[in-house]
């Protein structure tokens, strides 16, 4: 029977593995022969490992003198301990298996009661010079069944059983290039990371400086690989509660208040104040808290019409009632709080715009200008450029993603004023809307965080209904309900009611 020799029991236990545990696992002393074959000698300076397949020796590494290695000629690429894949407990999950760099590393593990442990056959792979471990040239399927990682496709099958893999190996760019090419090699959905006590690079020199209870501490927190798409509670940074702002009404507040990255949706039937309502939140907005908006609408001139109307309401007086000095005041507020995204403002430049240019001159506003909202009225005036097959529905979602990732890249709250479908006034025939009516899709309503409805029931009364239709923060944002403000035709401002006129809810979207 082959046998540990006492050279070799010393110098085992020097390094926390008994004799016992190294005979179990096959290990044996050895010498060189005459013929320099290496035969099992209790007196030899040769440590052999064998490396078996279903109970077969099949190939066998030498240990020699002054830490020289080299392998049987002719033998199996495989793993060390290779018959362990086998484990039922690896098939159905209730263990993983451990792969470590070397041999005395999983013998590390295994004395310390983890049978279910492997090594590659020689090591690490070196690190190229001027690049990371990370840095992997592309597989070649073509080469796998030879070359560096031959021992892993000649147990492909085997592998392909197993649920969970531990990835022990070495703590240094060697190792961890080892680490990435098994993990591209079995999924980082099935592999596991261990992190080791600082100043060990290995589980061996766990072992060896902090004992088995150190060994089995590391194995047992060993952690997921990170998955892209795939995380845990765990893994995700403290995020900051969300900071909603006044839209400038007590009693609307209740039910809708503005946040950083939202995408708010405006509907309601042409001449009922949708357009006025949205300016007046810019103007709150800007008031209340220094937020800078950049506004598209391409319906209506910015010179005379909207900054007569915006006039009207940053001075709070009829525009015939302003003087020069005033309305030279009004204008500079203007400038401090709201660009324009247009063209030319000079009216000779005709250009269609669409999504993408939209987009990047908001991108452009938020790093010259700071803009805190982008406001989009109406949503018809943009060129929609569907691509090829793309339906009209399938181009509002994929537009609305753009949109809302825009918005969260830069904390920009983006307000869009959408007009309901022609079938809502048809045969002159009146309902009220709903998110559902905007033109061209249901991703209107099912997308956005506030979905508001602007209705003017007696178009003769100065007063607004503001059904707040959809609320998807509730309740840091609001809440659904209705709210009737007062609408002053001078000033173009809305203010509350003095009964504050809310309403319970009864309405569909």
């Given at each position: 029977m082959n046998a540990i020799g006492k050279l070799h029991a010393k110098w085992l236990e020097n390094r926390g593995i008994s004799a016992e545990t190294a005979v179990r696992s096959g290990i044996?002393?050895?010498?060189?022969?005459?013929?320099?074959?290496?035969?099992?000698?209790?007196?030899?300076?040769?440590?052999?490992?064998p490396f078996a397949e279903r109970g077969r020796i099949v190939a066998e590494k030498y240990r020699g003198p002054e830490k020289r290695f080299w392998q049987r000629a002719g033998g199996r690429r495989t793993f060390w301990n290779a018959d362990a894949i086998d484990d039922p407990a690896l098939e159905d999950g209730r263990q993983a298996l451990i792969i470590t760099e070397g041999e005395m590393d999983a013998l590390s593990a295994i004395e310390c009661g983890f049978p279910l442990t492997v090594s590659v056959p020689d090591g690490a792979p070196p690190v190229p010079e001027g690049r990371t471990p990370d840095d992997?040239?592309?597989?070649?399927?073509?080469?796998?069944g030879a070359g560096k990682f031959e021992f892993m496709w000649n147990n492909r099958e085997r592998l392909k059983a197993v649920k969970r893999f531990i990835i022990a190996v070495d703590n240094d760019p060697p190792g961890q290039r080892l680490a990435a090419e098994l993990v591209r090699r079995l999924s980082a959905s099935r592999c596991?990371?261990?992190?080791?006590?600082?100043?060990?690079?290995?589980?061996?020199?766990?072992?060896?400086?902090?004992?088995?209870?150190a060994v089995a501490t590391v194995l047992n927190g060993a952690r997921p690989y990170p998955v892209r798409g795939l995380y845990r509670l765990s893994e995700y940074?403290?995020?900051?509660?969300?900071?909603?702002?006044?839209?400038?009404?007590?009693?609307?507040?209740?039910?809708?208040?503005?946040?950083?990255?939202?995408?708010?949706?405006v509907i309601g039937i042409p001449g009922h104040g949708k357009s006025a309502f949205v300016l007046n939140i810019v103007v709150n907005l800007a008031e209340r808290y220094g937020w800078r908006t950049a506004l598209f609408s391409p319906e209506m001139p910015v010179v005379p019409?909207?900054?007569?109307?915006?006039?009207?309401?940053?001075?709070?007086?009829?525009?015939?009632?302003?003087?020069?000095?005033?309305?030279?005041?009004?204008?500079?507020?203007?400038?401090?709080?709201?660009?324009?995204?247009?063209?030319?403002?000079?009216?000779?430049?005709?250009?269609?715009?669409?999504l993408d240019w939209l987009i990047d001159r908001a991108t452009d506003a938020v790093l010259r200008d700071g803009i805190r909202m982008l406001v989009i009225d109406p949503w018809n005036e943009l060129e929609h450029a569907r691509r090829a097959n793309e339906s009209y529905t399938e181009y509002v979602?994929?537009?609305?993603?753009?949109l809302k990732r825009f918005g969260k890249l830069y904390g920009v709250a983006i307000v869009v004023v959408v007009h309901p479908t022609k079938e809502v006034g048809k045969d002159g025939k009146s309902r009220p809307v709903t998110l559902y009516d905007a033109d061209g899709s249901a991703h209107w309503f099912n997308k956005c965080d506030h979905g508001l409805v602007i209705d003017r029931p007696d178009p003769t009364a100065n007063e607004t209904l503001v059904r707040v239709s959809?609320?998807?923060f509730v309740p840091e944002t609001g809440e659904r309900g209705a709210v009737r403000l007062a609408f002053?035709?001078?000033?173009?401002?809305?203010?509350?009611?003095?009964h504050a006129g809310q309403e319970a809810f009864a309405m569909t979207a």
């Open positions: 044996f002393t050895a010498e060189r022969a005459e013929s320099g074959e290496v035969i099992p000698s209790d007196r030899g300076n040769i440590l052999v490992f992997l040239d592309p597989i070649d399927p073509n080469a796998e596991l990371f261990v992190s080791y006590p600082d100043g060990c690079k290995d589980l061996n020199d766990v072992l060896v400086k902090h004992g088995a209870e940074p403290e995020g900051r509660e969300i900071e909603a702002y006044s839209v400038g009404w007590e009693t609307v507040d209740k039910h809708c208040k503005v946040f950083p990255g939202e995408f708010m949706v019409h909207l900054r007569d109307t915006l006039r009207r309401m940053v001075m709070r007086r009829g525009l015939e009632a302003l003087t020069v000095t005033e309305r030279r005041r009004a204008d500079e507020w203007i400038d401090a709080s709201i660009v324009f995204i247009d063209a030319d403002p000079t009216g000779r430049v005709d250009q269609d715009f669409d979602g994929r537009a609305i993603r753009a959809k609320v998807k002053d035709r001078t000033t173009r401002r809305f203010e509350m009611l003095a």
